[in-house]
């Protein structure tokens, strides 16, 4: 055992023994250099600036399709990539948007066109996939939709559901659905 122990540590006395040239004479100042630069720019990321990160349609008739254009600018320090956009739903369709990289100082924009569907205030999220240092960047638009007076009614034609008097049963038997029989 004391063998074992007295070898072991005749080994770790060369390994370490073995390494004495001066490690500064190993670094290479291109390097170090190249690094320095590197990490002072790694927080220079684009900054995306918006004309405006909400639209408001007003109000709108149900089914009436509407679009706007939301114009961005690049206040950031490095050039800008827009490498996605999408919607929160289907009825919102984004598009036109420049994939090429946007140089600090320049701007663009892309349009967003809504179907008009739906019903009361509407709000539809419209979400950019960049190189920002948060990864996304949102704008939003919403709209008052009110029903078409000219669209069809819906089945009932706003009748007043009939009600069966008390006592009345409906019977379940095939072919006789719907029948009344007392």
């Known amino acids: 055992m004391k063998k074992v122990i007295l070898g072991l540590s005749a080994l770790c006395l060369v390994a370490f023994t073995s390494c004495k040239d001066d490690a500064k004479s190993k670094v290479n100042e291109e390097n170090v250099a190249a690094a320095a630069e590197r990490d002072a720019t790694a927080g220079n990321f684009p900054t995306i600036s918006f004309e405006e990160v909400e639209h408001d349609f007003g109000t709108i008739m149900d089914g009436t399709p509407v679009e706007t254009v939301f114009k961005y600018t690049n206040t950031g320090n490095s050039p800008l990539v827009v490498s996605n956009i999408k919607s929160s739903c289907g009825c919102t369709v984004p ?10 100082g320049e701007s663009a924009q892309f349009t967003v066109k809504f179907n008009g569907k739906g019903a009361n205030q509407v709000s539809k999220t419209i979400t950019l996939t960049t190189n920002t240092e ?49």
């Open 95 to 104: 598009q036109d948007w420049n994939k090429d990289p946007i140089a600090p």
């Open 134 to 182: 948060s990864g996304t960047e949102t704008v939003k638009i919403k709209a008052f939709i009110e029903p078409d007076p000219n669209a069809p009614k819906a089945a009932n034609n706003g009748a007043t559901p009939v009600m069966q008097p008390a006592g009345t049963q409906t019977s379940t038997q095939p072919g006789h659905e719907g029948h009344n029989h007392n």
